[in-house]
């Protein structure tokens, strides 16, 4: 029985998050605060520009890169600003309601539903100084209920996608500068004049 409860809430908990993830990149001007869209558009031409920078990172492209480098930094700049401001949006508004809704419906069945449920049970000592709250609501020391229990679950659950999606971004910035150390370029080596032979150009 405990086990049955502790897997199904944290399945609950897990399925919420993910259709909020879904529904974020299906219907973003519902889920996503004032502002976002702005970032993921300035985002997307930032990366588009990056890749462009590093194909033209090539002594005889100088010229070309250096432009689309300059207009690299001017749009990372108006990026940080996006967001900075859709952050400030986002903490002094609440969330949007439909999100809201996702994340407290399920949840909350769970906890109506198994109310006076005990999730798992451990010796007190392990539970130790958190025995008392995590006994709620009035369950003996050494219980988890089943309300504590879902907190612990979407706590764990919002670390491993922040984690994911800080390893993704991470990823994608790996990739880039290594795309651009490895892309070959052309280098001119010039002969001494009185040799008579042309400049070599090695790939």
């Known amino acids: 029985k405990m086990a049955s409860v502790a897997v199904g809430s944290f399945l609950v908990v897990l399925v919420g998050k993910l259709l909020v993830l879904v529904l974020e990149r299906v219907w973003p001007s519902i889920i996503r605060p004032p502002g976002v869209q702005t970032v993921l558009t300035l985002a997307e031409e930032v990366k588009a520009l990056r890749q462009q920078h590093n194909e033209?990172?090539?002594?005889?492209?100088?010229?070309?890169?250096?432009?689309?480098?300059r207009k690299l930094i001017a749009l990372e700049v108006q990026l940080e600003r996006a967001k900075k401001d859709a952050t400030l949006v986002s903490h002094s508004h609440n969330k949007n309601f439909l999100v809201a809704v996702l994340k407290a419906l399920g949840p909350g069945l769970v906890v109506v539903s198994w109310w006076n449920e005990e999730?798992?049970?451990?010796?007190?000592?392990?539970l130790w100084p958190l025995a008392r709250p995590l006994a709620f609501p009035a369950h003996k020391l050494g219980v988890v209920g089943v309300l504590p229990w879902v907190f612990i679950c979407q706590q764990c659950v919002d670390r491993v996608v922040d984690l994911c999606s800080s390893a993704a971004q991470a990823a994608d910035q790996l990739k880039a500068s290594w795309n651009s150390f490895s892309t070959p370029g052309k280098v001119q080596?010039?002969?001494?004049?009185?040799?008579?032979a042309?400049?070599?150009t090695h790939e």
């Open 56 to 69: 033209l990172n090539h002594p005889d492209t100088f010229v070309q890169a250096s432009k689309t480098k």
């Open 119 to 126: 999730v798992v049970q451990l010796s007190p000592s392990v």
């Open 189 to 196: 080596v010039d002969v001494k004049p009185d040799s008579g």
């Open 198 to 200: 042309a400049p070599v």
